[in-house]
């Protein structure tokens, strides 16, 4: 069945310092991928999305990539400020409209 | 906008007894998404509708777990009985048909003891 994995599962940086996260993907038919950020207590919020005919999309500090021949998608923080500091799911939309969600990155951003 | 509404917020009981949660999502989303989640882990999919019928409940323990959407709005999830490992937030998300992110509901804490 469909898949998303994403590494790394725990993730600390110096404030400032820039982060990533990367999935992959196991149904090719999959063609909007996004990326939540969820902080302790909190509901899953969206931050960001990319969908299948684009490469790369950036708002402000963050931007996510997308390789669709390899499966794969990044999210790239920079300048990482505590607030930051939360756990984010990437998810992947099939064609049904299906959303799997990965097992989560905890990011924490050390001051 | 309203967001998605979901009730009630927490909720205990023993094992099994019964449980419903409710759901009210976003005007005019035809995509309905439960899902557990489980303290530590990402949200798992347990039931999908695309307006009151069912795209996906491959997730769903159905010995147990039951959701319905009348009338394609509001949407009802109900455990009977509970059992210890259903002890989670349960959360609700809407979203419009295509390549559009799902919009999450506060969840329910659901504690079964």
């Known amino acids: 069945g469909e898949n998303v994995e994403q590494h790394p599962s725990t993730l600390s940086v110096q404030e400032g310092d820039s982060a990533v996260i990367k999935c992959t993907y196991s149904d090719s038919a999959s063609n909007y991928f996004p990326w939540y950020k969820q902080e302790l207590g909190k509901r899953p919020q969206l931050i960001i999305d990319?969908?299948?005919?684009?490469g790369e999309k950036k708002d402000q500090r963050i931007a996510v990539t997308l390789n669709k021949t390899a499966k794969h998608f990044s999210l790239h923080i920079t300048e990482t400020q505590p607030e930051d500091s939360a756990v984010y799911f990437c998810a992947a939309k099939t064609s049904y409209d299906k959303v799997i969600f990965g097992p989560g990155t905890s990011l924490s951003v050390i001051p | 906008e309203a967001g998605v509404a979901q009730s009630p917020r927490y909720k205990i009981i023993e094992k099994r007894q019964s449980v419903a949660f409710w759901c009210n999502p976003i005007?005019?989303?035809?995509?309905l998404y439960w899902y557990q989640q489980i303290l530590g882990q990402g949200p798992k999919l347990l039931i999908q509708?695309?307006?009151?019928?069912?795209?996906?409940d491959s997730q769903l323990p159905k010995d147990r777990f039951s959701a319905e959407r009348l009338k394609g709005v509001d949407s009802t999830l109900k455990i009977q009985p509970a059992k210890l490992e259903d002890s989670a937030v349960y959360l609700c998300a809407s979203s419009l048909i295509g390549v559009q992110g799902g919009f999450f509901g506060p969840g329910t804490r659901l504690t079964v003891l």
């Open positions: 005007s005019g989303h035809a995509t």
């Open positions: 990319i969908r299948s005919n684009v």
């Open positions: 509708f695309q307006n009151n019928g069912v795209v996906d």
